[in-house]
């Protein structure tokens, strides 16, 4: 197969999408005075649904994270509660796309924890989770819910390991083990039977998740890959990465056949990652350069030329990350398709920015909004691990969203165990493989010593006092 190389010259063609335009919200409903955390962690920090908007902050000694409600714009004070419970900073999080109050958070104390946000927002900062999940060795740097599949979460951690947790029983119940080197972003098909994976050890792969099996691999030498994302029901993966030169650069490849991308494309000579969104509904890419302040955007098709480039947003504010609106949160009537939430560091800002369709008619634009995945699970955890796969269940826009979930979130009660997957058990001791981490292996342990000599000290003053009562109560014949 040909790589073609695509030129930048935009190609005009019919397309409704051909005039869609970026459009920042006012000053007044923005979100200002957000301590955004400084961590160089390649991930968002961000995540949005139709109620919450949540920032993982700069935050002293653990890692903590704002959930705001979205109706609560403008500026947000210093003392405003934040989550809080973790002992290392927050490397990722994610609404789950069923309960609208739950979300999944992981960090560099290797756990991944699901909080309960309750009604309104917080009053005061939240401490304890719902469920703390403990199976990785190293800190865990993303987390995804499966799209379909209620309570089904996976987590990707620095010990190489995806595991899959099942939230009904609160346990790992499958583990990924094939990859050599740190993953570094997790995206689903449509269905959530597969899953592609981009990696330091410079692969992209395809992967069956109940079973851990490799159906395809790609070797990315000439383009190392950084992010990945499945094109809806295309059967294809669209990369982003660097070039030999060192210039940014996308990929598109055939999901059942990774042994050469189908096009790449040059996109510029910065260095920042470049963040790809997909929309499925209407088929447009969104590219977006994590340290400069554009967002391009392109139409995707199955047929040549694959990729029509056409526009692209401009702002001098350089964005950290973005978060996106699930569909049923947009302005249908503004004719709103996509909507990010943009991280602007130095200004402490949350910056809404919405994508829209230029119309002059008031009436729902069926054409732009076809059915779109909602807020119902098609499957329970027990079918998908059964090897049942489902279609989302899709929603209408036209009425707007008003219809709540009637999912709640259970939370199991568990003891505490080792956690054994695959016949391994996580929670055993990993060796160290730097020296920082032997150092903290090792303070860890001279404390464990210290706690366990100060209980020994303890118990043997209890012993002598028993036995000098045993003593007592033989000397004296009054009690016999």
């Given at each position: 197969m040909t790589v073609t190389k695509m030129s930048w010259r935009p190609q005009y063609r019919s397309s409704k999408?051909?005039?869609?335009?970026?459009?920042v919200a006012n000053r007044e409903h923005c979100f200002d005075g957000i301590p955004i955390t400084k961590n160089v962690h390649d991930?968002?920090?961000?995540?949005?649904?139709?109620r919450f908007l949540a920032i993982v902050t700069e935050s002293a000694g653990g890692g903590s994270f704002l959930v705001i409600p979205l109706e609560q714009t403008g500026r947000i004070e210093p003392s405003y509660p934040k989550v809080c419970g973790h002992q290392g900073n927050v490397l990722d999080i994610k609404w789950n796309p069923f309960i609208d109050n739950i979300i999944a958070s992981c960090s560099e104390d290797t756990s991944v924890r699901i909080w309960e946000i309750p009604e309104g927002g917080l009053k005061r900062n939240m401490t304890e989770a719902l469920l703390e999940l403990h199976g990785h060795s190293r800190r865990v740097g993303l987390v995804e819910w499966h799209p379909t599949t209620n309570n089904i979460l996976f987590s990707a951690g620095y010990d190489y390991k995806v595991l899959i947790w099942n939230l009904d029983i609160g346990e790992p119940v499958k583990m990924i083990d094939c990859h050599t080197d740190v993953i570094l972003c997790m995206s689903f098909n449509t269905d959530g039977s597969l899953l592609t994976t981009t990696c330091k050890d410079?692969?992209?792969?395809?992967?069956?998740?109940?079973?851990?099996?490799?159906?395809?691999?790609?070797?990315?030498k000439n383009h190392r890959v950084n992010r990945v994302v499945f094109l809806g029901n295309m059967k294809r993966l669209l990369t982003t990465g660097v070039s030999r030169w060192n210039t940014r650069q996308i990929a598109l490849w055939?999901?059942?056949?990774?042994?050469?991308?189908?096009?790449?494309?040059e996109i510029d000579g910065l260095s920042g990652l470049l963040f790809p969104f997909y929309d499925a509904d209407t088929h447009m890419l969104y590219l977006a350069g994590k340290g400069d302040?554009?967002?391009?955007?392109?139409?995707?098709?199955?047929?040549k030329p694959y990729l029509s480039y056409l526009m692209e947003f401009r702002s001098p504010a350089p964005q950290k990350g973005l978060g996106v609106m699930p569909k049923h949160g947009l302005d249908v009537s503004a004719c709103e398709v996509f909507r990010f939430y943009k991280l602007v560091t130095l200004k402490g800002l949350i910056e809404p920015i919405s994508m829209i369709v230029p119309r002059r008619s008031d009436s729902y634009q069926e054409d732009i909004y076809p059915m779109t995945p909602g807020t119902e699970p098609a499957l329970t955890p027990d079918e998908w691990l059964g090897g049942i796969n489902r279609d989302p269940v899709l929603m209408s826009l036209k009425e707007g969203y008003k219809k709540s979930s009637k999912v709640v979130f259970k939370a199991p009660i568990r003891e505490k165990k080792s956690v054994v997957v695959n016949g391994i058990?996580?929670?055993?001791?990993?060796?160290?493989?730097?020296?920082?981490?032997?150092?903290r292996m090792f303070f860890r342990q001279q404390d464990e010593i210290r706690r366990l000599k100060e209980e020994l000290v303890q118990k043997d003053i209890?012993?002598?006092?028993?036995?000098?009562?045993?003593?007592?109560?033989r000397n004296n014949p009054k009690n016999c």
């Open positions: 999408f051909r005039n869609v335009y970026g459009k991930n968002h920090f961000c995540a949005v649904n139709a410079k692969k992209l792969r395809v992967i069956e998740p109940r079973s851990g099996r490799v159906l395809q691999e790609a070797n990315c055939d999901q059942e056949d990774l042994s050469m991308p189908i096009i790449e494309e302040g554009n967002i391009r955007y392109y139409e995707i098709s199955t047929e058990d996580l929670l055993e001791n990993v060796p160290p493989r730097t020296e920082n981490e032997l150092l209890r012993l002598r006092q028993l036995q000098l009562e045993l003593k007592n109560l």
